[in-house]
């Protein structure tokens, strides 16, 4: 069982910056990928970024060069700095881990971090 818990959300002008955590339980973190998904109302959850246990790195093209994805295997962490942001970017934001690797389906899933970007 691997419990995720999410934090850093928050209300942001447009244009500024936040720092999305998400802190991880077990043994398994770093040996898995860890993701971070978005869901905006009336629409479905989308894939933000993605980071395997060898730090390779994946971006949806709406994020390309504004979002980073990162982790700290001491800290069971996985990070997600937005800069630039616009108020499209105003979403949930839901961490999630893969055990089996970078393609498939993610097992465990955060309970969410709201978003929200004002023009």
């Known amino acids: 069982q691997v419990q995720l818990v999410e934090s850093g959300g928050g209300l942001v002008q447009a244009g500024g910056s936040l720092r999305l955590s998400c802190a991880a339980s077990?043994?398994?973190?770093?040996?898995?990928?860890m993701g971070w998904f978005r869901q905006a109302p009336g629409k479905e959850r989308e894939f933000v970024a993605a980071?395997?246990?060898?730090?390779?790195?994946y971006y949806a093209d709406s994020v390309t060069g504004r979002f980073t994805i990162s982790r700290d295997n001491a800290k069971n962490t996985v990070y997600l700095q937005m800069n630039s942001l616009k108020p499209e970017d105003t979403a949930v934001y839901f961490c999630?881990?893969?055990?089996?690797?970078?393609?498939?389906?993610?097992?465990?899933w955060g309970q969410g971090t709201q978003v929200t970007v004002s023009s």
């Open positions: 077990g043994r398994t973190f770093s040996s898995s990928t």
């Open positions: 999630a881990v893969n055990l089996q690797g970078v393609t498939g389906d993610y097992d465990y």
């Open positions: 980071i395997s246990r060898r730090f390779l790195t």
